[in-house]
């Protein structure tokens, strides 16, 4: 925290230097007056991305759409945007901006600009737009879903005129971009007070913005163990999407446009959950893919269904701890030998020999030793 807002203000300094003036704007302030660890940098300048480019000629430019650079300081990324549209002054930046929390900036020296009474609102733990709320929402009808994910993150509550105004502009969130409802739900799943954010959003019947709307009577409503909402990126994810969803969650996959990594990971969840394995399969899974997703795995089945009892986090890393092997380079029978044997000379086999040595020593049907594993194969090949 501390450092990366050292390194935050020496952008500032440098670019002072050059006769621009910058802010450290948005969540870094609110969060440094919260005593919360920042998730990332912003300033904001007075300058063109052009003349920003010429102070940070090594910079990175991640997108055109609003001209920011990623600037290096130190060990530190740090994200330098131009002035909002239109905006002259840091005061003019900041009213365009979405909450009141994050309508602030600090200048060179560290001092708090706050022309719209963020610490107030901090500290009465509530949500506000800078300027009328009904026009902040029509204009970016994703604040709906911010002001929900600060609600989770932050523990705060809308103030009564945003809520009417986010209930009223909720509706243009079918124009809203999916990629970007989905990054703030991503957020609004890591927050503390998830659950009561999900709530309220369906409350609001915000669920049917969402790709494919859902039906009143989805899963979502019903769900006895919905308190304890599970934490982690995918394994929220999985649950949402099957609270929304249902049996077509898999399909939803898309819809959502995860990335590939994000798609494969929810996917695998999904298939899983409704599936009783034998504790073989159990011990394949934790071999194949590690503690970390198998008991992911079973934070779903406990959300799901309320009287099962699985293996906690730490069980299943001693169990993965004791299994024979953790890798097929770790078995007693290299691939060489195998191709060796008479019985599997010049067969194009191998790969399936060494899934089957490997399933078989993780199960304990045969010690990983070589001549215990050329035994088995033996006795295999001849039967
Ligand atoms: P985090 O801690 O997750 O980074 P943040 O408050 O910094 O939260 P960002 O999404 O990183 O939020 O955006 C940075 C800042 O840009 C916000 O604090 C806010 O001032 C402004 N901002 C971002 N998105 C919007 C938006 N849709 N409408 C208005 N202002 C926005
Ligand atoms: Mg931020």
Redesign the pocket.
Same mark, same amino acid.
């Given at each position: 925290g501390q450092q990366t807002w050292e390194e935050a203000l020496l952008v500032i300094k440098t670019l002072r230097k050059t006769g621009i003036t910058a802010y450290i +704007?948005?969540? $870094?302030v609110?969060?440094r007056l919260m005593n919360r660890a920042?998730?990332?940098m912003?300033i904001a300048a007075a300058a063109t991305t052009e003349e920003l480019s010429v102070v940070f000629p090594n910079a990175v430019k991640p997108s055109e759409k609003f001209g920011t650079l990623l600037v290096k300081s130190g060990n530190s990324i740090v994200e330098v945007t131009p002035f =909002?549209e239109g905006a002259k002054t840091i005061e003019e930046d @900041?009213k365009? =901006?979405?909450?009141t929390?994050? $309508?602030m900036a600090a200048d060179a020296r560290g001092a708090v600009i706050d022309p719209f009474n963020g610490q107030k609102d901090i500290r009465k733990k509530v949500l506000r737009t800078p300027e009328s709320a009904e026009r $902040?929402f029509f @204009?970016?009808p @994703? =604040?709906v879903i =911010?002001a929900f994910?600060?609600s989770a +993150?932050l523990g705060f509550s809308l103030d009564p005129e945003a809520e009417r105004a986010a209930e009223a502009a909720a509706a243009g969130l079918s124009h809203t971009a999916v990629e970007?409802i989905r990054d703030?739900i991503t957020?609004l799943l890591e927050g503390k007070k998830r659950l009561s954010a999900l709530e309220n959003m369906r409350e609001l019947r915000l669920f049917s913005y969402f790709p494919e709307a859902v039906r009143t009577g989805s899963p979502f409503f019903h769900h006895p163990t919905l308190v304890q909402f599970p934490a982690g990126a995918k394994v929220s994810w999985a649950a949402l999407l099957y609270a929304l969803y249902g049996r077509k969650s898999l399909d939803m996959l898309n819809g959502w446009r995860f990335s590939n990594q994000a798609r494969k990971q929810c996917r695998w969840l999904l298939e899983r959950v409704d599936v009783s394995a034998s504790p073989d399969t159990w011990r394949q899974w934790l071999y194949y893919f590690g503690p970390k997703q198998v008991s992911d795995l079973e934070k779903l089945k406990q959300w799901k269904y309320f009287t099962y009892r699985g293996r906690t986090c730490a069980e299943w890393k001693k169990t993965w701890e004791a299994l024979p092997i953790h890798s097929r380079q770790e078995l007693a029978l290299p691939p060489k030998s195998i191709a060796s044997m008479p019985a599997y000379e010049g067969t194009a086999k191998i790969g399936q020999v060494i899934a089957f040595l490997e399933q078989a020593v993780v199960n304990e049907k045969v010690e990983n030793s070589e001549h215990k594993l050329l035994a088995y194969l033996e006795e295999m090949y001849d039967e």
């Open positions: +704007v948005g969540g $870094a609110r969060d920042p998730s990332d912003d =909002r @900041l365009q =901006r979405d909450f929390c994050n $309508a $902040a @204009l970016d @994703l =604040r =911010r994910r600060f +993150v970007r703030e957020k």
